[in-house]
Nanobody, 128 residues
Framework: EVQLVESGGGLVQAGGSLKLSCAAS????????IGWFRRAPGKEREGVAC????????YYTDSVKGRFTISNDNANNTLHLEMNSLKPEDTAVYYC?????????????????????WGKGTLVTVSS
């Protein structure tokens, strides 16, 4: 069974950093697009970052480019999101998710509606 469990959320001041982790089981990263999404209060779930490990491609939403870094640790089957220069607008519940690369490799598999598996989320709160 595929399982994703997030950790690392918490309270941080603006300008600070946090590193989120997502422990994955039941699949190999080479067969999936893996990514981070977030839901801020009163807003829709938003794609933050995504990685297709098999080809080394990474994608970021514009608002986090240069500040966030997605990576995977294959030895520990863990996905990470390093978040730097955090802003109050980054406050959200962060979710990791995975989509099977059913027909090939494409950024299409990083989209919200395509994700097959989701973690339960971890809360990140950035204070002013």
């Amino acid at each position: 069974e595929v399982q994703l469990v997030e950790s690392g959320g918490g309270l941080v001041q603006a300008g600070g950093s946090l590193k989120l982790s997502c422990a994955a089981s039941g699949f190999t990263f080479d067969d999936y697009a893996i990514g981070w999404f977030r839901r801020a209060p009163g807003k829709e779930r938003e794609g933050v970052a995504c990685k297709i490990s098999s080809v080394g491609n990474v994608y970021y939403t514009d608002s986090v480019k240069g500040r966030f870094t997605i990576s995977n640790d294959n030895a520990n089957n863990t996905l990470h999101l390093e978040m730097n220069s955090l802003k109050p607008e980054d406050t959200a519940v962060y979710y990791c998710a995975a989509a099977r690369l059913t027909y090939g490799v494409s950024s299409y598999y990083c989209h919200y509606g395509v994700m097959n598996y989701w973690g339960k989320g971890t809360l990140v709160t950035v204070s002013s």
